[in-house]
């Protein structure tokens, strides 16, 4: 089987500084795999240069075996790859369901997309009571709830999710990376990038550890939360 | 007095004894106005029309009783046989206040102006000063009377032929309103008109009615828009084949036309663009070289159906090659780089003389002499008489340029429903996001430019006809400020607004000519104010009211509620 995702010796360049450095991974369909590292390991340059909004200066990316990295952003989307970027980036002064609308922007099964509308309502629910409401006007952790369907109204094979739970409360993290086992359960495989270590691992079933670039460590999540360095440089275990 | 706002709509009956006196001053008011306005205002009969005859009311002392009546009517809602009706939706008390202001200004105007034009006041008759006595007892009873709680008027349902029929009588009110606010010649009756006509609208606003007829509008958007075509094209019928107001309409719908394209680019883009004139021009320019003036330079002179998609393709095409280098970086280097195209199309024009480069513009002359349009058989410069009225060459451009209008706001607001215009709110709420979301963010940003080229460069082929010549100096940067202006002025991202921004934006400075020096400056002035006092625009597009009112969260939800409704 051929994985649903294959990155292979990616390099990607902001000028003469070199963000991620021949980089290779890949994504199983149906798995979660979670990207972790630190403040500017190249998690975030990784998902941008994927959904194709920044160009690699080397190397390929794979989707459902077919390369992707010279194809226009807005026809990675189509392909079935959708990226809910870092910082949530919602469009705060539509209301929630014109976000989730914009969020199948590709699709033109009309009848199928407000279908769509109410799955993303039963995900989450605060969502529905709140579908008139300026997105700007939420907090984060429904902000997050938000850009995450939003980035499903587009119908992905794959969901990448950038920093899901950055400045999250320890609730609002917990009741996010459950609906990332929810999301796998209806079959999306997801691609995750966590500063969060601990919880990125729990749920994953293969992570890549990236540092200054590069891929340092790899292997399930149960292996890499057993992993000693990991423990000493992400958990904060002695 | 009481300023109470908190009194429920049910104690209307039981109000403070103090404001006894109130509701009969105000009748008193208007009385006294009605009357004056039948008695002879001034002695000089040149001065502002004839007000000089006794029981034949003149132009602006119709517009008086008008004032009155419609004064009476709000009187008669807060007490009296409407009450019960009306009374609870409109806000009578406000309407009276704008309206006693609105016409004592007016009349203190009419005696400045009589007093100013006639060597002194000794010119006024008594009956001025009797309307504005009346106009001064309303304004006081109006501030006596109760503000009162009310039912929102924008949920107020009434059968869907009054609606329609609000509709029709407003269109109407409209039509005769700019015939004869065009028809006065002299500068101070069309101050004192405009000033009546605003204080109307204030009116409309104050007691609610306004938003309740945009709601209805909304209601039915077809209807209006049907109706506002009908009013448009009858305007020609009431002018008894004059010329004068004909020329100043064509100039108007040139106008309103290119800045509803400029408005795709945006209003609905969002893209700065400040050198929109130039594609008019090359329209232009492209339709004077083809054409049959004995000063055309190229020696082809196709049918103008050909030559309008050769200026409109041109257009496009410059549009292409200014907007694709230029689309990919952000918002500030589109305006610096199409504000320089602006300058680079005015100065080309200028040196394409033969001299400093090919012969095809004829430099600083320009081109005259273009011949009428001719389609067919028919020839735009011969009058024609329908229906026992003359219709004069500026007639005839003037229903092609409806035509044109039309065809404009159709391309509009299709693009604006449909899942292209969808991409532009995206872009111009967060093009990264927008990009993530899988919207051609590149694409669709030319798009818009060249659509806004497009239809700049097709009005521009008609332009050159109806102006009968082109010259480098028509296309200066001013123009393409002004057309923003009247987007800004109007409404960015609307068509009634844009309109009616265009509209003002060219009528007045044409009808206030002795203004004309000072006339940047009241722009400028407006502008600074509107910015100040409705940053949206005179008609606000309800996304756009939410961008500068973001703090307002109930204004919010129900605004959004409404866009939601609509999608659906």
Known sequence: ?238 | MSEVKTQPADSVVAQPAENRVAWPLGIAGVVLLIAGSFLSWSYDRKILGDLSIIGNPGGLQRLTIIGAVLSLVLLLAVKGPLTSKIGPWLDAALGLRAFGAGLTLYMVLILVAIGTESDGLINVDPGAYISLAGAILLLVSSRLLPLRQLNDLSKARVAGWAEILAIAVTMAAILFGAAYALGLTDAWSFIVCLVFFATVVTVMFRTGTLSWFGHVAQRHKKVLTLAAFVVAFFFPFTQNGSDANMSIATQVLIFAATAMGLNIVVGLAGLLDLGYIAFLGSGAYVAAMLSESAFATINWHPPFPIVVLLGACTAATLGLIIGSPTLRVSGDYLAIVTLGFGEIFRLTMFNLDGTNGPLLTNGPNGIPGIPELQIGGFNFGDPHTIAGIELGRFSNYYFLLLLLIGFVILVFSRLNDSRIGRGWVAIREDEKAAEAMGVNVFGLKILAFAIGAFLAGLAGTIKAHQDVAVSPDQYIFLESAFLLAAIVLGGMGTIAGVLLGATILKLLPEKLRFFSEYRLLMFGLLLVLMMRFRPEGLVASRRRQLEFHEEDEELAVAIESELVEEAR
């Not at chain 1, 920093?163 to 691609?191: F, H, W, Y």
């Open chain 1, 1 to 238: 089987m051929t994985a649903l995702l294959e990155i292979r010796d990616l390099e990607v360049a902001y000028g003469k500084i070199v963000a991620v450095k021949r980089i290779s991974f890949s994504v199983e369909q149906g798995q979660v795999v979670s990207l972790i590292g630190t403040n500017g390991a190249g998690k975030t340059t990784t998902l941008r240069t994927i959904s194709g909004l920044l160009r690699p200066t080397y190397g390929e990316i794979l989707f459902q075996g077919q390369r992707i990295d010279q194809v226009p952003a807005h026809d990675i989307v189509t392909m079935g790859l959708a990226h809910s970027p870092e910082g949530r980036r919602i469009f705060p002064r539509l209301s929630v369901e014109e976000n989730l609308r914009l969020g199948a922007f590709t699709r033109n099964d009309h009848a199928a997309v407000r279908a769509d509308l109410d799955a993303a309502y039963d995900l989450f629910p605060i969502l529905g009571e709140r579908r008139k409401q300026p997105a700007g006007t939420f907090s984060g952790g429904e902000q997050q709830m938000l850009a995450m369907g939003r980035a499903m109204m587009s119908k992905p094979k794959l969901l990448m999710l950038d920093e899901p739970s950055m400045g999250l409360s320890p609730i609002m993290m917990k009741r996010i990376m459950s609906t990332v086992t929810e999301l796998q359960k209806q079959g999306t495989t997801i691609l995750l990038v966590e500063q969060n270590a601990q919880a990125a691992l729990k749920r994953a079933d293969y992570g890549y550890v990236l540092e200054v670039g590069k891929i340092v460590l790899s292997g399930t999540g149960r292996e890499l939360l057993s992993n000693d360095e990991v423990r000493k440089a992400y958990l904060g275990e002695d």
